[in-house]
């Protein structure tokens, strides 16, 4: 099942410097996305959300971007810190049905 | 802040035996799911859950996998017969309506031997 697919599984940055996380879907019909934040033993944290309906969703240091046509999501953290290093999913929902369909999640290291 | 709790936090069992996993949903959501995740590959859905019944579920969930809320609080998964490919992390979640944001325990590592 590749519906939602993240192409990097690691990502490295330094702190202070922006950290952008990718994801693609192939799916049409889904029409909700959000991106969980996970630290090993611990479930997956709900960051922000992003509605088909908007293509650009901010929450402090959070922002994602939707780009409908090309199916395609992104979540920026600036300024990145030391204690956003964890594993970064997104997933999506479809306008059917409420379950979720999840990436393959980005391992995000934030170097003091 | 109010959490997903479940319990316990590692299950091992014999492959056959079966298993009550735990959990207990934050208290105003009415919505409730299991996910899974074996280890190296995705988290999967596997069911939801309103108003008392099954609202959706995947493939995975067959004859096996059975949900209950046994009363106001719990929300429980269980696996009939377990297999060795049962093995994983699953987690519970909830949320408040059912286009809302799912928000997920911590897990419990089921291993079956």
């Known amino acids: 099942d590749q519906q939602v697919k993240q192409n990097s599984p690691s990502l490295s940055v330094q702190e202070g410097r922006i950290s952008i996380l990718n994801c693609d879907y192939t799916n049409s019909m889904f029409d909700y996305f959000l991106w969980y934040k996970k630290y090993p033993a611990e479930g997956p944290t709900f960051l922000i959300s992003?509605?088909?309906?908007?293509d650009k969703n901010e929450d402090g240091r959070f922002t994602v971007f939707l780009n409908k046509s090309a199916k395609h999501l992104s979540l920026h953290i600036v300024p990145s810190q030391p204690g956003d290093s964890a594993v970064y999913f997104c997933?999506?929902?479809?306008?059917?049905?409420?379950?979720?369909?999840f990436g393959g999640g980005t391992r995000l290291m934030v170097k003091p | 802040e109010p959490e997903v709790t479940q319990t316990p936090s590692h299950q091992v069992t014999q492959m056959g035996q079966e298993v009550i996993l735990r959990c207990v949903p934050i208290s105003n959501h009415l919505y409730f799911y299991w996910y899974r995740q074996i280890l190296g590959q995705k988290v999967e859905f596997l069911v939801s859950?309103?108003?008392?019944?099954?609202?959706?579920k995947s493939e995975i969930f067959d004859d096996q996998f059975s949900v209950e809320r046994p009363d106001g609080s719990n929300f429980t998964l269980k696996i009939r017969s377990t297999k060795l490919e049962d093995s994983a992390m699953y987690f519970c979640?909830?949320?408040?309506?059912?286009?809302?944001?799912?928000?997920f325990g911590p897990g419990t590592r089921l291993t079956v031997t």
């Open positions: 992003i509605s088909s309906i908007k």
């Open positions: 997933a999506a929902r479809n306008n059917a049905g409420n379950m979720l369909t």
């Open positions: 979640a909830s949320s408040e309506g059912d286009r809302g944001e799912q928000y």
């Open positions: 859950f309103y108003n008392n019944e099954i609202s959706e």
